[in-house]
């Protein structure tokens, strides 16, 4: 049975860091393109980070590049979002996902900026 488990996610201020993590199971991690996506209240759901399988190249959101850095320990498997110099605008929940056949889902963790 897949699972992903996003945390980490919580109460930072503007201009604090967070480092989000998604483990996963039930599937053979490494084969996987990982990706994280956002939905803020009353937006649509929005692609952060990807990271292909092997962990040699990833992709941001423009608004994201520069602040934002996607990683895997497939160790581990397990994949992150370390997340600096954080706004307001990034107050969302974060879901982890990956495409295999559809799409499979964590539950999210709520990111709020806010002083």
């Known amino acids: 049975q897949v699972q992903l488990v996003e945390s980490g996610g919580g109460l930072v201020q503007p201009g604090g860091s967070l480092r989000l993590s998604c483990a996963a199971s039930?599937?053979?991690?490494?084969?996987?393109?990982m990706n994280w996506y956002r939905q803020a209240p009353g937006k649509e759901r929005e692609l952060v980070a990807t990271?292909?399988?092997?962990?040699?190249?990833?992709n941001y959101a423009d608004s994201m590049k520069g602040r934002f850095t996607i990683s895997r320990d497939n160790a581990k498997n397990t994949v992150y979002l370390q997340m600096n110099s954080l706004k307001s605008e990034d107050t969302a929940v974060y879901y982890c996902?990956?495409?295999?056949?559809?799409?499979?889902w964590g539950q999210g963790t709520q990111v709020t900026v806010s002083s």
């Open positions: 039930g599937f053979i991690f490494s084969k996987y393109a």
């Open positions: 996902n990956f495409w295999a056949l559809r799409n499979y």
């Open positions: 990271i292909t399988g092997a962990g040699g190249s990833t």
